[in-house]
């Protein structure tokens, strides 16, 4: 008998209790229903539903992989250049984890969603605390400020500049985006919003990646016949 998944309506056997394809469950019968050798024992098994999560072991492997990505993730970072897809990598990484302690070890695109969605948030505030602390220690306890005083008047009197003169915007508006920007209190506001957005770009990559290694473990495991 053969009967067709609820999900991607593709066909599933009936010796099969998952979806070959997208692992969703299939119909599970109760024991008071017919059994017999014809019938495997796990028709009458009671089955995890893939899109709930069991926190403590996700939050274990998150916290694990989620905070050293953070850090390597942080706008001074070496590493900072790749910190988008190290990100998403740590997402998919931490549902790897979290399915290999599971069992049946299978996973919906939406719990994995979740699990890189928490994973993003500890990573985004790792990168985005770790990159305020260090700018603040290379500021007062390095006294390296001036350093960082000249090379932001540089970068907004020429680099920056160029690229809005390259763009058409007139002289007047040049010179008022250099009146807010050059202060300190702009080059604050600058820095801040240059960290928020580190981290909303960590944490949706960080999700994509969740989800995507779920979807990626849906297509590589086959549960048990």
């Known amino acids: 008998m053969e009967i067709t998944c609820a999900r991607c309506n593709q066909t599933v056997q009936a010796e099969n209790c998952y979806c070959p394809v997208c692992g969703l469950p299939q119909l599970v019968y109760s024991a008071d229903g017919p059994t017999g050798p014809g019938l495997p024992e796990r028709w009458n098994e009671a089955v995890r539903d893939a899109s709930a999560v069991e926190w403590k ?3 274990r492997a998150a916290v694990m992989l989620g905070i050293p990505a953070g850090l390597l993730c942080s706008m001074l970072s070496p590493l900072s ?3 988008l897809p190290l990100m998403a990598a740590a997402g998919a990484w931490v549902v790897v984890l979290y399915v290999r302690s599971q069992r049946p070890a299978w996973i919906t695109m939406g719990a994995g969603a979740r699990i890189g969605l928490v994973t993003g ?3 985004g505030w790792t990168a985005a605390a770790s990159t305020a602390v260090t700018l603040f220690a290379m500021r007062f306890w390095f006294h ?3 350093f960082y005083d000249d090379l932001w008047q540089n970068l907004v ?3 920056m500049s160029q690229q809005w ?3 058409g915007v007139d002289v007047q508006s040049i010179a008022l985006m250099k009146a807010w920007l050059l202060p300190p209190e702009g080059r604050a506001g600058w820095l801040l919003a ?7 770009a960590l944490l949706l990559f960080a999700v994509a990646g969740g989800a995507l290694g779920a ?8 549960p048990g016949v």
Not at 194 to 200: C, D, E, K, P, S
Not at 215 to 222: C, E, G, S
């Open 215 to 222: 979807r990626l473990l849906a297509r590589t495991r086959r």
């Open 194 to 200: 240059a960290i928020v957005l580190l981290g909303m």
């Open 144 to 146: 390296q400020g001036s």
């Open 81 to 83: 250049i790749f910190g």
């Open 121 to 123: 948030v500890l990573g």
């Open 157 to 159: 009197n020429q680099q």
């Open 57 to 59: 072991p996700a939050l």
């Open 165 to 167: 003169q390259s763009m």
